[in-house]
Each structure stands twice: as structure tokens, then as C-alpha cells.
């Protein structure tokens, strides 16, 4: 069943039966309340009967005499203690048969039904010397409660009827508003399911209620989607472009190889090393690759407190000795704690001497300070430096300032952008600063630990 059917259904019954419930106490108290008004002016018209005509005295009844407190169906009589009829009056013999005589010491009343007419029964005692000598019994059928039952009834039926036809139109009405965008929604998911490509639903109006807000939601989750898958399909094209490079030139050298075979021991050499190189290029890129593919699927990092001076120091001692270049490192504390994972910390940094010592043949230099809330670390070298409008693209994936100047130093244009995401994941922020000609620095700002 679909739900705008079920809220409709639900909806018109409880009001159904809400409607239901409401009549039949209105219509109850209604009837108690004529009933008791009618037998209120009966005791009146008895009590002044008894008086005006001295009935308990002469325990008689003149038809004549009482013909105005009798309207049509009724009767009224004297009832001895033994219950039975002293005197009677009636313009109904039928009502006189049927109800019996009653008598009765306190005053009261009761309804009686027959031939599908109520009758209103008045009991009033007639007293002499304080003492009960008869009852004073008068009935009349209550026709005027009938005609005003079948009104109010009839009255309650329309009502009810139309209340429930208005609620189940207006459940319809609403649902449909309600479930049009939500439709729309189903729709442009089908869509996306059979086609395979992201989508969004269109929004008419900004309502700012649930069901726009579960549009809007939905929305953005498409947006991401596409961007990431739009990164992805970037990446995987850039990755096996990158990797083409390496394989043509093994290619190629093995042709060279068959074509002369391994006669000619200078051109075999040759090859060979030309295919050590260009293997462990590749083996190089790949294992970059998944590296970087790892950091995208934003993993947890193992944080921990980290100093950076002596993770600083013991990396530039090591730089210094593997390529015999000199690196200043200058700090303005022994210690500075920052929140992260230290072996990522430490790819960060690799990436950044790396880089200086590919790109500058002078000195390189290592700042560390700290303020109240942060650690920041910069790498200054005085190398070839960066055109700037080329410095908001290096932390692209792949991207090479000049691709001829990377060929000679190797490179694939993948640190940068990896040393961006390990930023990220450790919350802080990058900033590089290079003029051509002159050298780079790169800043990194990350949050201490408290
Ligand atoms: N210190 C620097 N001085 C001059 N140019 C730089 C410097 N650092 C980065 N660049 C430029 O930015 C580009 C991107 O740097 P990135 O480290 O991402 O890639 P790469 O060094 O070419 O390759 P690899 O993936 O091996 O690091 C470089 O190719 C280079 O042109
Ligand atoms: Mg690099």
C-alpha cells in the first residue's frame, strides 16, 4: 500500500470514529436533557392540577376540567395502593391499556416505548393528612422528541458524512504535495540506476521543510559523487599516462634489443640499464600511487604526540650524509609537540627536502617555531623557484611546473600533492611562497598538542 493511501485511510478513520464518538454523546445528552425538561413541565402541570381542582379530596377526574394539561396520546389517572385504577381521563384507549397502572409514594418518571413511539410515565403521590392515598399518574407520548431526534440525527449523518469525504479529499490533496517531490526523488534515482549517471532533482521552491531539506541532502550527496568520481577517473587517466611513459621506453629499448640482439655489447648495456631505470621508475610510481590512493580513502591516521625537532633532526642529519649538500636547521625551542602520525609527518618532510634538493644546488635551510596554538615548519632552498602563476597548481596530482625539467630530475609530480593530503588528515595548513630564479619556501602550520 503506498503511504499516501495509508496517512489518507488512517487519517479518515480516526476522524470517523473521533465523529462517531462526539455524536453519540451529544445526541445521548440531548435526549436526557429534553426528556427531562418535558417530565419537569409534567410535574408542574400535575402539582397545579392537584391544587386547582382539589383532586385529593374528591379523588375525581373531569375530563372537561382537564382537557388543557392533555395534549394528543395521553391520559392521566388516580392510582389506588393497590395499583389499580381509581379514575382515568384518555384521548388514547391504546396507551391506557398498554401502560399499566403504578403506584407510587415518591415522585419520579419513566420512558416507555411501544408501537416505536416513546412515552413519558409521571408518578406524583397524592397526599391527605401527610399520609400517601394514591398516585397521580399522567402519560403522554412524546412526539415532539421524536420529530427533534430524526432532525439532529439526520443533522449528525450529513455532517459526519461530509467531514469524512472533506478529510479524505484534503489527505489526498496534501499527500500529493507532500509526495511530489518525493516521487520526483524515486524518479531521478530510477534514472540514475538505469543510466549510471549522477543526477540531481530539481526543487521548485525553497519550502525549508523536511522533505526539501531531504532534496537539497540528497542533492549534495550527488555533488560529491560526481566530484569524486570525476577525481577518480582524472586520476586513474594521469596514473596510466604516467606509467605509458616508462613502458614505451622498456618497449622500445627491447626492440632495439631483438632487432641487434645481444651482439653488439655496448647497445646491450645500454638497453639494459636504460630498462633498470625505467622499471624501477615504475615500480617507483606505483608505489607512490598507492600510497596517495591510500591517504584519498582518508584513513585514520595513527595520532600520537610527535616532536617535531628531533623528528626535523634526525631527518636533515640523514639528508645531509646521503647527498652531501648542506641544510641549516634553525629552531627556537628544544621541543615541539604536535598532534600526528610520525612516520607521515616524516613523508611530509622527505617530500619537502626532496624537492629543495632537486630544485636548488645552494644551501637549504629548516625553520621550526611554535606560538601558543601552533607548530610551524618551513623549508626555504634558493633554487629555481616557481612562476606564480604556476604555484596554486604544484599540489595537483601529476602536475610539473616544466615537464622537461622533471625528466632529468626524475620526478612524477605526485609529492606535493601527497605531502597536501597528510597536511589535511593532521588538520593543519600549507602554504609555499617561490619567486623564479630566486628559491621557494614552503610553510606548515599544525595544531600542538594541548
Ligand atoms: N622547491 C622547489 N623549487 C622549485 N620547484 C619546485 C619545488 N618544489 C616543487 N616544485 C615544482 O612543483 C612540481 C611538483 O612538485 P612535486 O613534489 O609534487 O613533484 P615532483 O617533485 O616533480 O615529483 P615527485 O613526485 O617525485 O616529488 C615540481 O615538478 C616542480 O616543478
Ligand atoms: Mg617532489
Redesign the pocket.
Same mark, same amino acid.
Given at each position: 500500500m503506498k503511504i499516501t493511501t495509508k496517512v489518507n485511510l488512517f487519517i479518515t478513520v480516526s476522524l470517523l470514529v473521533s465523529l462517531l464518538i462526539v455524536n453519540t454523546i451529544v445526541f445521548f445528552l440531548f435526549m436526557k436533557t429534553t426528556v427531562n425538561m418535558e417530565a419537569h413541565l409534567v410535574f408542574k402541570n400535575a402539582n397545579e392540577m392537584l391544587k386547582k381542582y382539589h383532586i385529593s379530596e374528591s379523588l375525581t377526574l373531569d375530563k372537561n376540567l382537564l382537557n388543557s394539561y392533555m395534549p394528543s396520546h395521553s391520559f392521566i389517572r388516580i392510582v389506588g395502593p393497590t395499583s389499580t385504577t381509581i379514575n382515568q381521563v384518555t384521548n388514547d384507549k391504546v396507551l391506557v391499556q398498554k401502560i399499566s397502572p403504578t403506584f407510587s409514594t415518591e415522585k419520579n418518571f419513566e420512558l416507555r416505548p411501544f408501537q416505536e413511539h416513546q412515552n413519558l410515565v409521571v408518578h406524583v403521590p397524592i397526599h391527605q393528612n401527610h399520609k400517601v392515598i394514591g398516585t397521580l399518574e399522567i402519560s403522554e407520548r412524546l412526539s415532539g422528541l421524536e420529530s427533534r431526534k430524526d432532525v439532529i440525527l439526520s443533522i449528525m449523518g450529513t455532517v459526519t458524512v461530509v467531514s469524512v469525504l472533506l478529510s479524505f479529499l484534503a489527505g489526498r490533496w496534501l499527500s500529493a504535495i507532500i509526495m511530489k517531490p518525493i516521487v520526483s526523488m524515486i524518479s531521478t534515482m530510477e534514472d540514475i540506476e538505469q543510466i549510471g549517471t549522477l543526477k540531481k532533482i530539481g526543487i521548485q521552491t525553497e519550502t525549508k521543510d523536511e522533505v526539501y531539506k531531504m532534496a537539497a541532502t540528497f542533492n549534495r550527496m550527488v555533488s560529491k559523487l560526481k566530484e569524486n568520481s570525476d577525481k577518480q577517473r582524472q586520476f586513474i587517466s594521469d596514473a596510466s599516462h604516467e606509467l605509458k611513459t616508462p613502458v614505451t621506453v622498456i618497449s622500445s629499448f627491447i626492440t632495439i634489443l631483438r632487432r641487434h640482439g645481444t651482439q653488439d655489447e655496448t647497445i646491450a648495456k645500454e638497453a639494459i640499464e636504460a630498462i633498470y631505470l625505467e622499471t624501477n621508475r615504475m615500480k617507483n610510481l606505483t608505489k607512490?600511487l598507492l600510497s596517495l590512493a591510500e591517504l584519498e580513502g582518508s584513513e585514520p591516521v595513527d595520532i600520537k604526540s610527535v616532536d617535531l625537532v628531533s623528528l626535523s633532526t634526525a631527518l636533515v642529519t640523514q639528508f645531509m650524509q646521503v647527498y652531501d649538500r648542506p641544510i641549516i636547521l634553525h629552531e627556537n625551542s628544544h621541543s615541539i609537540f604536535i598532534k600526528g602520525d610520525e612516520l607521515k609527518l616524516k613523508q611530509v618532510l622527505i +617530500?619537502?627536502l626532496?624537492?629543495?634538493i632537486?630544485?636548488?644546488t645552494d644551501v637549504i635551510e629548516v625553520f621550526l617555531e611554535s606560538d601558543q596554538h601552533k607548530g610551524i615548519l618551513r623549508i626555504k632552498?634558493y &633554487? +629555481? !623557484?616557481?612562476p606564480e602563476e604556476?604555484q596554486s597548481h604544484?599540489?595537483e596530482r601529476f602536475? =610539473?611546473?616544466?615537464k622537461a =625539467?622533471?625528466r632529468d630530475? !626524475? !620526478?612524477? &609530480?605526485? !609529492?606535493? %600533492? +601527497? %605531502?597536501k593530503n597528510i597536511v589535511n588528515l593532521h588538520k593543519g595548513e600549507i602554504d609555499i611562497q617561490?619567486k623564479e630564479h630566486a &628559491?621557494?619556501e +614552503?610553510k606548515v602550520t599544525f595544531p600542538l598538542t594541548n
Open positions: 607512490t +617530500i619537502f626532496d624537492n629543495a632537486k630544485y636548488s632552498d &633554487g +629555481i !623557484g616557481i604556476e604544484v599540489f602536475y =610539473r611546473v616544466d =625539467r622533471k630530475s !626524475g !620526478g612524477s &609530480g605526485l !609529492g606535493l %600533492a +601527497i %605531502a617561490s &628559491g621557494t +614552503i
